[in-house]
């Protein structure tokens, strides 16, 4: 009976061991040639899905100043670029106070009292995506306040750079 037992065990076993190495390899053998330096950083984010925006990162990183400030809107990812940066997100700072924004006059003097010298947008994650009515979102943007960036990119504002529904301005 022992030997039973022990042959169940080690076939047991021998199935955790393949499972767990074919997950292992399902998870990261994309991610190998960056490890061992066979593609460059640029390449490793080109291949992701996540609408990371990193051509955009890579222009801040070379072209804008080192004592600069980007505003995030509708994007997190701050770890992409090497410059002091805000997350918008109305839940995650109390640096810009969206209750006393009624115009892009108001949202451009917070910006400018905070040092802000850059405004960066990523269209294309759905999960910050504007809505008519915010309710049961965990950080939300109303229409309204994507309709006052609107304005007040167009009016004190300068596209530097664009990739793939990342934006990159320099406020005036």
Known sequence: MKTHFKKIVLALLVAEFVFTGVLWVGIFAS???YVFGMESKAQFYAKLTDNNGYPVFE??????????????????????????YIVGLPTDQK???????????DFYGQLKANNVTHILINIKIDFYKPQAVVTRRQEP????QQEIMDRLLEKYSVLLTENNGVYLYRLK
């Open 141 to 144: 943007f109303s229409q309204d």
């Open 31 to 33: 991610k190998m040639p």
């Open 95 to 105: 640096i810009v106070d969206y209750s006393k924004i009624k115009s892009e006059q």
């Open 59 to 84: 222009y801040i990183n070379k072209n804008i100043p080192p004592d600069s400030v980007i505003f995030f809107f509708r994007e997190s990812r701050g770890y992409l670029g090497d410059r002091d």
